[in-house]
């Protein structure tokens, strides 16, 4: 009889804690001008952690893309910018948050720290990129594509 009340206490702890899956295609939406930039695909590596990668950079009026991460530190620098790895060892942390990872912004070669949270369903991704304490970063919340 004991056994059951442990067995409930123990599958409601358990998943609150678990972080639904980020993996897939998601629309990078400009926090400063609200248009789409580029399409990342995250995907999780066998850890746990996750990575992400520009697969498409979206056109839009008046920007003409850089072809490569010129003022990224190595091992970027001069790497081709559509196909590069921007999110690196974002690990889930329960409860639909992610963090500890590295996000490197391609045309300033800037790497900051990362942590997320899934929101709407799992459509919407929310990142916060910031160097040393979260206060002092930018958020800009994502599309799912797929």
């Known amino acids: 009889m004991w056994k ?3 067995i409930l206490t123990l599958s409601v702890y358990s998943s609150l804690s678990l972080a639904a899956d980020i993996s897939g295609t998601w629309k990078q939406i ?3 001008t609200g248009s789409a930039k580029a399409l990342i695909q995250i995907r999780q590596e066998k850890d746990g952690r996750y990575i992400g990668k520009i697969v498409k950079i979206t056109p839009r009026p008046g920007y003409v893309p850089r072809e490569t991460c ?3 530190p190595e091992p970027y620098r001069n790497k081709p910018i559509l196909g590069l790895d921007i999110i690196h060892n974002l690990e889930p942390l ?3 948050s ?3 990872g590295k996000i ?3 045309l300033t070669g800037k790497i900051y720290s990362v942590k997320g949270r899934l929101l709407s369903n799992g459509r919407l991704l929310q990142l916060r990129g910031y160097l040393g304490v979260s206060m002092l970063g930018r958020t800009q919340v994502w599309i799912r594509e797929n």
Request: charged share 30%; hydrophobic share 20%; with cysteine.
């Open 4 to 6: 059951l009340p442990l």
């Open 30 to 32: 400009d926090d400063k």
């Open 70 to 72: 010129v003022d990224c």
């Open 94 to 96: 329960g409860n639909n």
């Open 98 to 100: 992610y963090g500890n």
């Open 104 to 106: 490197i912004d391609p």
